[in-house]
């Protein structure tokens, strides 16, 4: 017996205080890194979701719950203060046993600084170059999200490690697999021209080398001036853009004053609408890829590219 009671000790000692046999509690700030954490904890529990794709996690404010949900977790796992500035007080105030995984921090991701967009660019230089928060939309940076976030887990659970590398080798073949897909449809659309309602596509751009001719806002979530608007409606002409993208985490703010810009589609980074469950990566980003990809093969066929 106090034998027994010496082990049970040993283990209450070593061992996070996991409720019964559960898993570490998780919370994940966005869809598509929920979808991330899904995956590599399948079989061990299921990571919680903060914010909803619906909303945009720039401009989104924590509800009393949700912040009692961030409170109470093991790890929590977001982008940083660049994407999800509402995050930052509870995170910097948080208990000392709860760990935290900022990506953003994450020397081992591929990391592009922000564009000056052209409403600042006539801004004297200087305030430092901030690192762009849409990193997720790398699938290869997905691939090293995975890999982090196993590395958390099997700290914390170190029980379930073996599970953890299981899960986390299928979400790397998948993740694979996926961007070569995304590789070879995208590949003749190298030089088709676009524009972006707000500057989050620089990691899909990058890696498959697209060319992004403008982006409508600096800040998604402030307006734009009717000089800036203008400047960007001559340049969308000037480029001859067919394709415009807004997001419908945005949908309430009107994008363009140019009479004879194209339709409007809708590129969404986050995930709306879909099932917030371990497929939710994959989806979005084929959905995104696809809309993106659609409208540049139609205008490309509409000029009759032929070569
Ligand atoms: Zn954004």
Same mark, same amino acid.
């Given at each position: !017996?106090?034998?027994?009671?010496?082990?049970? !000790?040993?283990?209450?000692?070593?061992s996070p205080?996991f409720?019964?046999d559960a898993g570490p509690r998780v919370v994940v700030?966005?869809?598509?890194l929920h979808s991330l954490a899904a995956q590599v904890m399948a079989g061990a529990g299921e990571p919680a979701?903060?914010?909803?794709?619906?909303?945009?996690?720039?401009?989104?404010?924590?509800?009393?719950?949700?912040?009692?949900?961030?409170?109470?977790a093991d790890l929590v796992i977001w /982008?940083? &203060?660049?994407?999800?500035?509402?995050?930052?007080?509870?995170?910097?105030?948080?208990?000392?046993r709860q760990q935290v995984l900022t990506l953003?921090?994450s020397?081992?991701?591929? %990391?592009?600084?922000?564009?000056?967009?052209? =409403?600042?660019?006539?801004?004297?230089?200087?305030? &430092?170059?901030?690192?762009?928060?849409?990193?997720?939309?790398?699938?290869?940076?997905?691939r090293i999200i995975v890999r982090l976030i196993t590395t958390r887990l099997q700290t914390l659970d170190p029980a379930r490690a073996a599970l953890y590398a299981r899960n986390a080798a299928q979400a790397d073949?998948?993740?694979?697999?996926?961007?070569?897909?995304?590789?070879?449809?995208?590949?003749?659309?190298?030089?088709?021209?676009?524009?972006?309602?707000?500057?989050?596509?620089?990691?899909?751009?990058?890696?498959?080398?697209?060319?992004?001719?403008?982006? /409508?806002?600096?800040?998604?979530?402030?307006?734009?001036?009717?000089?800036?608007?203008?400047?960007? =409606?001559?340049?969308?002409?000037?480029?001859?853009?067919? +394709?415009?993208?807004?997001?419908?985490?945005?949908?309430?703010?009107?994008?363009?004053?140019?009479?004879?810009?194209?339709?409007?589609?809708?590129?969404?980074?986050? &995930? %709306?609408?879909?099932? =917030?469950?371990p497929?939710?990566?994959?989806?979005?980003?084929? %959905?995104?890829?696809?809309?993106?990809?659609? +409208?540049?093969?139609?205008?490309? &066929?509409?000029?009759?590219?032929?070569?």
């Amino acid at each position: !017996m106090l034998k027994l009671l010496a082990w049970a !000790m040993m283990i209450a000692l070593t061992s996070p205080a996991f409720a019964g046999d559960a898993g570490p509690r998780v919370v994940v700030s966005i869809a598509p890194l929920h979808s991330l954490a899904a995956q590599v904890m399948a079989g061990a529990g299921e990571p919680a979701l903060l914010i909803d794709a619906a909303a945009s996690p720039h401009s989104v404010a924590l509800k009393p719950s949700q912040a009692r949900a961030l409170a109470r977790a093991d790890l929590v796992i977001w /982008i940083g &203060g660049a994407l999800e500035p509402s995050l930052h007080n509870a995170i910097a105030a948080r208990p000392s046993r709860q760990q935290v995984l900022t990506l953003i921090d994450s020397r081992t991701l591929h %990391r592009l600084a922000g564009r000056r967009q052209a =409403a600042e660019r006539s801004r004297p230089a200087g305030a &430092g170059d901030v690192i762009d928060p849409h990193l997720w939309l790398d699938p290869d940076n997905a691939r090293i999200i995975v890999r982090l976030i196993t590395t958390r887990l099997q700290t914390l659970d170190p029980a379930r490690a073996a599970l953890y590398a299981r899960n986390a080798a299928q979400a790397d073949a998948r993740l694979r697999a996926l961007s070569h897909a995304i590789a070879a449809r995208l590949e003749p659309l190298r030089d088709a021209p676009f524009m972006v309602f707000h500057d989050a596509y620089q990691y899909l751009e990058y890696r498959y080398h697209l060319k992004n001719a403008g982006i /409508i806002r600096s800040h998604p979530e402030q307006g734009a001036s009717a000089y800036h608007l203008r400047r960007i =409606a001559e340049e969308r002409r000037a480029a001859n853009v067919a +394709c415009v993208f807004a997001e419908p985490q945005f949908a309430a703010a009107p994008v363009f004053n140019d009479p004879s810009a194209p339709a409007i589609r809708y590129l969404d980074p986050l &995930g %709306r609408g879909l099932p =917030a469950d371990p497929d939710l990566y994959q989806k979005m980003i084929i %959905r995104l890829v696809d809309t993106l990809a659609g +409208c540049l093969e139609r205008a490309a &066929g509409d000029k009759g590219v032929t070569q």
